[in-house]
């Protein structure tokens, strides 16, 4: 084979690998793992376990991939903060990234130039650490993020929520999805379909009520047992001027 033939060969590949990887449905996260910490300093600790799986009959050449982290949380007022991020590759290697800030969002960007064979997967380890100022003295209610906003996508994963120790679930919404809860820790499944946050919220209390946030529960609680008190006061009150009045008469 002559040097010619050769680099013919080569460009045509490498115009392959290039072209393929322009089409949509070429790739999938085909496990999407992830672990959310949520401290009591009012930080978040994000760690995912991610495979990006070649789905096409040809090879790829999966090119940029973007995670968008919102910049905005509900049931907090303040702005969200990356604090700091790694990603490695699966034997621990740093694989090369770029921030980039909008409006709206943090991105991280990975650029994988790795050529991937039909069914193979490239392994994404991504941990970073998010900041927010909280608010709330008994319960506090947090919006978290379950995937981060990606055009890729997401066949399954696994989703555990960890509350600070010595903290209860008060509310979880996650729409309609089946939640295995034990203690301060919370499991679900993940899939393309599953929304990209979900809200929480959590106390040194334990009530937990279906469908109703446990503040509401207890605020309301509070109220009908002041309600309640007040309303025998006045029925003693009455009791009483009416006891006065026969003794005067």
């Known amino acids: 084979m002559t040097f010619k033939t050769l680099k013919t060969l080569v460009n045509f590949c490498l115009i392959l690998f290039l072209t393929t990887s322009a089409f949509g449905a070429v790739e999938k996260f085909s496990q999407y793992d992830t672990k959310i910490k949520i401290n009591s300093d ?32 509900q049931g907090s007022s303040s702005v969200i903060n990356l604090e700091s991020y790694t990603i490695k590759d699966r ?48 319960f506090k209610s947090l919006e978290f993020p379950i995937k981060e906003d990606s055009s890729i996508e997401i066949e399954k994963g ?42 929480v919220e959590y106390s040194s209390i334990p009530i937990s009520v279906d469908g109703v946030k446990g503040s509401v529960f207890f605020w309301i609680s509070i109220n009908l047992i002041l309600l309640i008190i007040l309303a025998f006061e006045i029925y003693r009150g009455i009791k009483r001027m009416k006891k006065e009045e026969k003794h005067h008469k």
Not at 46 to 70: A, C, Y
Not at 122 to 134: A, C, P, Q
Request: glycine fraction near 6%; charge should be negative; avoid cysteine.
């Open 42 to 73: 009012d930080t978040i600790d994000v760690s995912k376990d991610i495979s990006l799986q070649n789905t096409h009959i040809v090879g790829i050449v999966p090119g940029r991939v973007e995670f968008k982290i919102g910049k905005t949380i």
């Open 91 to 138: 034997y621990g290697n740093d694989i090369k990234s770029q921030l980039f800030q909008t409006q709206d969002s943090t991105v991280i960007a990975i650029d994988i130039f790795m050529p991937l064979l039909p069914g193979f997967r490239y392994n994404i380890d991504l941990d970073y650490t998010l900041s927010y100022d909280s608010s709330g003295l008994l």
């Open 158 to 199: 696994t989703f555990i929520l960890e509350l600070p120790v010595e903290k209860s679930f008060t509310y979880l919404d996650v729409l309609d999805t089946n939640v295995s809860i034990k203690e301060n820790v919370a499991t679900w499944n993940i899939n393309e379909k599953s929304p990209s946050t979900g809200l």
